[in-house]
């Protein structure tokens, strides 16, 4: 329901860009060009790159607007925004490893709190975007959401980059009928944002112990780029 209105609502309501407030548009030409596409896709990795950490592909870069873009999606509910997100991380995709007959799309799993709290899963919904995308070019792409947090973990954003890596070790792992999948197709890790590495390092291990072959990950923005 909570879904449903937030996008009744955006049809009938004025809106404003949600990457830089331009009004009249939930996402102005400018903003949509800075989440980039497959000519702007670059590999990136953090700082204190974590051991088994695979290699990560950033449709755009970090920047205000961008991150604006992310949180208004995620946090805000602004859920037409998982489109153009989708698309972007499509690219991303493809140089992570989605380029070959078929691949599955793998989101990095968020507490069941958070999503219970925004009334959506964010990154589960912009895999989805970004396999219908894959599939409009031509790769038989599909989300397998089987990934989950097993036990509670504390909040990311008060911890550092060995905290972060430490708080999710174990805490993720595949479930579900679905977890079977994993072993049929490569796997692209998916999500938002890369900052220390550590959720999509303790995700491919869970992918890893389920038989799934983890060729790389996707996020719409990351690091800088590797020189």
Same mark, same amino acid.
């Given at each position: 329901?909570?879904?449903?209105?937030?996008?009744?609502?955006?049809?009938?309501? =004025?809106?404003?860009?949600?990457?830089?407030?331009?009004?009249? +548009?939930?996402?102005?030409?400018?903003?949509?060009?800075?989440?980039?596409? !497959?000519?702007?896709?670059?590999?990136?990795?953090? &700082?204190?790159?974590?051991?088994?950490?695979?290699?990560?592909? &950033?449709?755009?870069?970090?920047?205000?607007?961008?991150?604006?873009?992310?949180?208004?999606?995620?946090?805000?509910?602004?859920?037409?925004?998982?489109?153009?997100?989708?698309?972007?991380?499509?690219?991303?995709?493809?140089?992570?490893? &989605?380029?070959?007959?078929? *691949?599955?799309?793998?989101?990095? =799993?968020? !507490?069941?709190?958070?999503?219970?709290?925004?009334?959506?899963?964010?990154? !589960?919904?912009?895999?989805?975007?970004?396999?219908?995308?894959?599939?409009?070019? $031509?790769?038989?792409?599909?989300?397998?959401?089987?990934?989950?947090?097993?036990?509670?973990? !504390?909040?990311?954003?008060?911890?550092?980059?060995?905290?972060?890596?430490? #708080?999710?070790?174990?805490?993720?792992?595949?479930? /579900?009928?679905?977890? $079977?999948?994993?072993?049929? *197709?490569?796997?692209?890790?998916?999500?938002?944002?890369? +900052? +220390? $590495?550590?959720?999509?390092?303790? *995700?491919?291990?869970?992918?890893?112990?389920? /038989?799934?072959?983890?060729?790389?990950? *996707?996020?719409?923005?990351?690091?800088? =780029?590797? #020189?």
């Amino acid at each position: 329901m909570r879904g449903w209105w937030q996008e009744f609502t955006g049809l009938v309501l =004025p809106v404003e860009c949600a990457g830089c407030g331009c009004p009249r +548009t939930e996402l102005c030409e400018r903003c949509r060009g800075l989440l980039g596409g !497959a000519g702007s896709v670059r590999r990136v990795r953090p &700082a204190a790159e974590p051991d088994g950490l695979p290699p990560v592909y &950033a449709a755009g870069r970090y920047g205000d607007e961008v991150r604006a873009v992310v949180l208004a999606h995620k946090e805000r509910g602004a859920l037409g925004l998982a489109g153009p997100l989708g698309r972007a991380l499509a690219g991303a995709a493809l140089s992570a490893g &989605a380029a070959a007959p078929a *691949a599955l799309l793998v989101p990095v =799993p968020s !507490a069941r709190s958070a999503v219970a709290r925004r009334g959506h899963d964010a990154t !589960a919904r912009m895999a989805l975007a970004a396999a219908r995308e894959l599939r409009r070019q $031509g790769v038989r792409a599909r989300t397998v959401a089987v990934l989950r947090q097993r036990r509670p973990v !504390a909040d990311q954003a008060l911890l550092d980059a060995a905290a972060r890596l430490a #708080n999710l070790t174990g805490a993720v792992r595949a479930v /579900g009928g679905r977890a $079977g999948l994993l072993s049929a *197709a490569p796997v692209v890790l998916v999500d938002d944002l890369m +900052t +220390t $590495g550590a959720s999509l390092t303790v *995700a491919a291990r869970a992918v890893r112990a389920a /038989g799934g072959r983890v060729t790389g990950a *996707a996020v719409v923005a990351g690091a800088e =780029p590797v #020189n």
